[in-house]
């Protein structure tokens, strides 16, 4: 009922937020009486606020229309090579000469849209051949197309390492490190010719015990029971999805606001300032980090609640006890792709050493070919996006990826 609830507020509140946006323009088109009004520009700076607080967020685009190869300017295009029911596999198409190492980068399916990527493909386009993960929102996959679980991500990724490989590199951030790890160690144990030549995994909880975090403690301290009777709904009439079971996108998002809303309340506030003096630059930053830190996406309840057992309460991975379809997942079978884990020092999301865990469980990889950074002063975002992701932890996976190309 509470999504049911949720959609009539959204509905009630889509007049003001719209009204609220033109008065902001009012006030601020220079063509408009009302901008040269006494503190019109206060008044301006409040109807934004209110617009974007409430306006409803969509999936932002990619838009990468071109990117340097050679120092060359080169287009790039999204072609969709693989539609599967809950995710598009997205190549960025170049039109060049010179090859370039091919690159799946793992999205997370884990309430923001694989957009929040958008540096790091950015970062990666001018040397690698870059594909992605683009996961579909649950609200918008008809019911009857059936549930989507933890393992189906797992031969998803497989699906993909397969299409792509053998000359592959494999990037996953943060929640997929986990079953990128469980789908190659799988293709290791039925000595599939087409694993990849690395891995590299970024901020991922390979192991939850270690360092934990709030988001770990949340998973530990509640039964899996919990979470069944307080995030999962059913989807609303007015979606594709209606009746399917979801962990809703607004809810994630509460969640993501509680865990710093003092540090959210004083950006909005700055925001508001911003635009008073003027500066329209810092406003802009505003905006484009809310429009795409704000937008989410529903996840099946069926996946979500596996992640939760089997990630972060049974802790199955790094115990040796996960099985997937019947067959156990060993990391320890997997001798010939290369690994390198990434952490960011101040990472409150994949607490310090989860990610490095990676290492203990694929003890039979040459220690020649593992490596790991802890990037020092670094939170969860910083890993893969901003200018500590470009000028320091790039030029270490640029390398990394072309030794073993």
């Known amino acids: 009922m509470l999504y049911q609830l949720h959609e009539m507020q959204r509905a009630l509140l889509a007049p003001f937020t719209q009204w609220a946006e033109t008065a902001a323009k009012l006030f601020t088109n220079p063509v408009s009486p009302f901008a040269h009004a006494p503190f019109a520009q206060r008044i301006a700076a409040a109807y934004e606020l209110m617009y974007r607080l409430g306006k409803d967020y969509e999936k932002p685009a990619f838009n990468i229309q071109s990117t340097l190869v050679n120092g060359k300017t080169t287009a790039v295009h999204e072609v969709n090579v693989l539609a599967k029911p809950f995710c598009n596999l997205i190549h960025f198409q170049k039109i060049h000469r010179s090859p370039q190492a091919k690159v799946l980068l793992v999205a997370p399916l884990s309430g923001h849209h694989a957009t929040?990527?958008?540096?790091?493909?950015r970062t990666l386009l001018p040397k690698h051949d870059v594909y992605i993960t683009d996961w579909i929102d649950a609200r918008m996959i008809p019911s009857s197309v059936g549930p989507f679980h933890l393992h189906d991500y797992i031969r998803y990724v497989q699906e993909?390492?397969?299409?792509?490989?053998?000359?592959?590199?494999?990037?996953s951030v943060c929640q997929p490190t986990v079953p990128v790890l469980a789908a190659v160690s799988l293709m290791a144990t039925e000595k599939d010719p087409r694993l990849p030549k690395t891995m590299t995994m970024m901020g991922g909880p390979i192991d939850p015990r270690k360092s934990p975090t709030g988001?770990?403690?949340?998973?530990?301290?509640?039964?899996?029971?919990?979470?069944?009777?307080?995030?999962?709904?059913g989807v609303p009439a007015n979606f594709p999805g209606f009746g399917r079971q979801v962990y809703p996108g607004f809810l994630q998002h509460a969640g993501f606001i509680a865990m710093n809303p003092g540090r959210h309340a004083q950006s909005h506030q700055d925001f508001f300032m911003h635009l008073i003096?003027?500066?329209?630059?810092s406003a802009e930053e505003h905006r484009q980090f809310y429009d795409e830190y704000n937008a989410v996406l529903d996840m099946p309840a069926e996946y979500y609640l596996d992640t939760i057992k089997t990630v972060f309460q049974e802790f199955n991975l790094p115990r040796g006890t996960w099985k997937v379809d019947g067959q156990l997942v060993r990391p320890q079978?997997?001798?010939?792709?290369?690994l390198f884990t990434i952490e960011g020092e101040l990472d409150d999301i994949s607490g310090p050493g989860q990610t490095q865990a990676a290492h203990e469980l694929c003890k039979n990889i040459p220690t020649s070919m593992k490596q790991h950074f802890m990037a020092p002063e670094c939170g969860h975002y910083?890993?893969?996006?901003?200018?500590?992701?470009?000028?320091v932890i790039y030029p270490r996976v640029e390398n990394f990826i072309k030794t073993y190309s």
């Open 116 to 121: 929040l990527l958008r540096d790091t493909v």
């Open 160 to 171: 993909f390492i397969r299409l792509l490989g053998p000359d592959l590199h494999v990037i």
């Open 215 to 233: 988001v770990n403690n949340l998973a530990t301290e509640k039964k899996l029971s919990w979470f069944e009777n307080n995030v999962i709904y």
């Open 277 to 281: 003096e003027g500066d329209e630059k």
């Open 333 to 338: 079978d997997i001798n010939n792709v290369a």
């Open 382 to 391: 910083g890993i893969f996006s901003g200018r500590k992701w470009r000028e």
